[in-house]
């Protein structure tokens, strides 16, 4: 079974810094199917990129996935007070359909 | 409005029974697959099961392997969870999600509660 490695646990930053969160696979993640979800207490969560790098329907450009392999990021290129959220990275290839153990951004 | 909502969750001692429902709204629900996936409290999101778009592959988490039961009614727009012999660690919010081969899982209900106490 392939476990994802998200790092780091938790990241302090300002709105308008940049924030990069990282994935870590143990094994290489077929046809890229590795997506970034964001999710807020209380409210379901929410796609940001499938494919390791295509942003879903109606995502700001500020959010970009990259990576390939074993290795892949979430970067939010300028924060906005509503991005601090938990963020999880997830392997969708098939069963089963593991998440990472969350980054939780915050307000530093 | 695409959407999902879930119900039927509750309290429920231990070795009980209790039965989730999904439905769905404003997509094909025949063509896509329904999945659950549960959050227990404090902890990260985890997949629980999964059923093909035509009912006819199912899949699960170990742990629930056994224990719990996914199925859909294509005709009633539905998918129920029936999960028996409940354990406190199956206590959490569960979600069900649609999966959209092209864009994984872009659709998600806000979640049922379940708590697993004696």
């Known amino acids: 079974e392939i476990v994802l490695t998200q790092s780091p646990g938790t990241l302090s930053l300002s709105p308008g810094e940049r924030a990069t969160l990282s994935c870590r696979a143990t094994?290489?993640?077929?046809?890229?199917?590795l997506a970034w979800y964001q999710h807020k207490p209380g409210q379901a969560p929410r796609l940001l990129v499938y494919g390791a790098s295509s942003r879903a329907a109606g995502i700001p450009d500020r959010f970009s996935g990259s990576g390939s392999g074993t290795d892949f990021t979430l970067t939010i290129s300028r924060l906005e007070p509503e991005d601090f959220a938990v963020y999880y990275c997830q392997r969708y290839g098939g069963a089963p359909f593991t998440f990472g153990q969350g980054t939780k951004l915050e307000i530093k | 409005q695409v959407r999902l909502v879930e119900s039927g969750g509750g309290v429920v001692q231990p070795g009980r029974s209790l039965r989730l429902s999904c439905e769905a709204s404003g997509f094909t629900f025949s063509s896509y697959g329904i999945h659950w996936f549960r959050q227990a409290p404090g902890k990260g999101l985890e997949w629980v099961a999964v059923?093909?778009?035509?009912?006819?592959?199912?899949y699960y988490l170990d742990s629930v392997e056994g224990r719990f039961t996914i199925s859909r009614d294509n005709s009633k727009n539905m998918v129920s969870l029936q999960m028996n012999s409940l354990r406190a660690e199956d206590t959490a919010l569960y979600y069900c999600?649609?999966?959209?081969?092209?864009?994984?899982?872009?659709?998600w209900g806000q979640g049922t509660m379940v708590i697993v106490s004696a």
């Open positions: 999600a649609r999966f959209n081969s092209l864009s994984a899982f872009d659709i």
């Open positions: 059923v093909f778009y035509d009912g006819r592959k199912k």
């Open positions: 094994q290489s993640i077929s046809s890229n199917y």
